[in-house]
């Protein structure tokens, strides 16, 4: 069982990251916080590479991964890899499937596609993952999309997303025992309840198993464990704050 570290999905910050001055200033506050590494999401400027590299290294911070969608991914492989060799990632993160692929024919079909991009990302240094929601966990003659996805494709790695996991029904640190070695980036994600309604809230401060969780993520392989949260209830900068002092807590360490 390897070192887990903590990271920030720059997603969370999205609407502070809209220009290059306002996305070099927001680099400035999460490694202000103690991060050390990031996940490029949601980050509209600066978008030649070299540049948000430059922004990175400037702050003390480093990027394992991205997201980027499924058809740049597919239609623009080389781009996307040199991009990823370029910010110095350890992955590519695919967000999910178009719309019209959530179904069983496409996660197989995804599983086709993925898997000589995963050979090329892999001779480049890199692995190529899937981030899921809660609508990958629909069952399909007793599969769920996911399994079908990631049982089809081999060496693809699996983002999993740990509130939409339990959202779709699924037990987190059940799904991270499923695929041990396939788990190198995850997303941290809590879920509480306020006011009848499911909220995501800072990491340890909802009802989420993180002793379980944190666990089962030793155990699989995991080596990031990302802060992601779409909509936070509180400050998004507050939360990822929070999030990262619970988490040094578990000995789970920003480097």
């Known amino acids: 069982m390897g070192k887990l570290i903590a990271g920030a999905q720059m997603y969370t ?22 991060y050390r590494v990031v ?12 540049e948000m590299r430059k922004l990175l290294d400037g702050n003390g911070l480093s990027a394992c991964s991205t997201h980027t969608g499924y058809q740049k991914i597919v239609e623009e492989t080389d781009r996307v890899i040199d991009d990823h060799k370029i ?19 496409g996660f197989l079909k995804a599983a086709e596609v993925f898997s000589p991009i995963v050979e090329k990302a892999k001779d ?14 629909q069952r399909y003659d007793g599969k769920t999309g996911l ?13 999993i997303d ?12 059940e799904w991270l025992e499923k695929f041990p070695g396939r788990y190198s980036q995850l997303h941290y994600k809590e879920m509480g309840i306020i006011d009848d309604k499911q909220v995501m809230l ?7 198993n993180w002793k379980r969780i944190v666990e089962a993520s030793r155990k699989a392989g995991a080596k990031y464990c990302l802060v992601e949260l ?12 929070i999030s990262l002092e619970n988490m040094i807590s578990w000995g789970i360490e920003p480097i």
């Open 13 to 34: 910050l999205r609407d502070y990251c809209k220009t290059a001055k306002d996305t070099a200033e927001t680099l400035k506050k999460v490694s202000g916080m103690g």
């Open 39 to 50: 996940q490029v999401s949601g980050m509209a400027e600066p978008k030649d590479m070299k």
């Open 87 to 105: 910010l110095g990632c350890e992955a590519i993160m695919c967000p999910g499937l178009p719309g019209e692929m959530l179904n069983k024919e």
């Open 124 to 137: 480049n240094g890199l692995a190529l993952g899937y981030h899921n929601h809660h609508r990958e966990l």
């Open 147 to 159: 399994e079908l996805l990631i049982e089809n494709c081999e060496g693809l790695h699996a983002e």
């Open 162 to 173: 740990l509130y939409w996991i339990q959202a779709g029904g699924g037990d987190p640190a």
């Open 202 to 208: 800072p990491i340890g401060a909802g009802n989420m």
């Open 230 to 241: 779409d909509d936070p209830v509180l400050d998004a900068f507050l939360s990822l704050k």
